[in-house]
């Protein structure tokens, strides 16, 4: 059986985005700007409101799918179409933005911990115009599988252990699981051949992944053949392991906007401008 090595290791790096919350960005920094269809990866942390209270006001969005995963806090999410609600903990967005839509992510809290992630998901170039959509997704709807003693996953997208994650109708065909091993205990995870993926240490000190320690705040870009193979080392801790079919196209962004070409950059901005998103 081919397994799944590490090519390159990443650390996230210290920023802030929208109105200054501070988070860890992983993929869309110099050491790492994307990962063919991924563009970006934040993991948000703190218990200090002071860091995340001022949320992410009302920004625009065209060419790509945001992905929200709480794993603690509330978070109110409002459009321009009038869609809303409250992202719980545990819960999941997939915002597929298309051909443009304004929305805003704001803290429903004012103390205790804002912890989870946004992931960036491009479209393919003939679907970047399509018409924007959500999946919000609670977390009573997420399965939880434990395929071997002290292995808990929960399958947000893709299938696992015969269970398939409510995220559905995704061109990119993703995988996206949260996986939680104990000390010696250990799983082997099926990735579709081709895909890309990555596998993200978010608690717990370290864990090994393909054969290797990988540290807590570390991210390991994968190769592209075989199964993932993924141990708990001394303490226990969660990997994010993400996965998905590239598009191999030209990427052209600007900002909140991700196209094919400058000319659809500008067309993009000057749409946002004249309000016809």
Do not use: C
Not at 79 to 90: I, Q, R, V
Not at 114 to 130: E, R, S
Not at 203 to 227: C, F, M, Q, Y
């Amino acid at each position: 059986m081919t397994e799944r090595s590490i090519l390159r290791r990443i650390r996230g790096t210290d920023t802030s985005d929208g109105a200054g919350v501070k988070l860890k960005r992983v993929i869309g920094q110099p050491g790492l700007d994307m990962l063919d269809p991924f563009l970006l990866l934040d993991e948000f942390r703190s218990d200090q409101a002071g860091d995340y209270i001022a949320g992410f006001p009302e920004h625009p969005h065209r060419g790509f799918e945001t992905v929200t995963y709480m794993l603690a806090g509330h978070m109110k999410h409002r459009d321009n179409h009038g869609n809303s609600g409250d992202l719980t903990p545990g819960s999941v967005q997939w915002m597929t933005a298309g051909r443009g839509i304004l929305h805003s992510e704001m803290p429903v809290q004012e103390d205790g911990l804002m912890w989870g992630f946004q992931l960036w998901v491009n479209l393919p170039a003939k679907d970047k115009m399509i018409a924007p959509r959500y999946q919000d997704i609670g977390p009573e709807r997420i399965p939880v599988v434990h395929p071997a003693e002290g292995v808990e996953v929960k399958v947000i997208a893709g299938g696992f252990d015969g269970v398939t994650g409510p995220v559905a109708g995704i061109l990119t065909q993703p995988i996206y699981l949260d996986i939680a091993v104990q000390p010696g205990a250990s799983l082997n995870v099926p990735l579709p051949e081709g895909h890309a993926g990555f596998a993200y240490v978010f608690d717990g000190k370290e864990a090994e992944v393909a054969g290797e320690p990988l540290a807590r705040s570390e991210l390991a870009v994968l190769s592209r053949s075989g199964t993932l193979h993924i141990r708990g080392l001394d303490t226990a801790a969660r990997v994010l392991l993400v996965a998905g079919q590239p598009l191999n196209e030209s990427v052209t962004r600007y900002g909140p906007f991700v196209m094919n070409t400058p000319e659809q950059i500008h067309e993009a901005i000057a749409d946002f401008r004249a309000g016809k998103f």
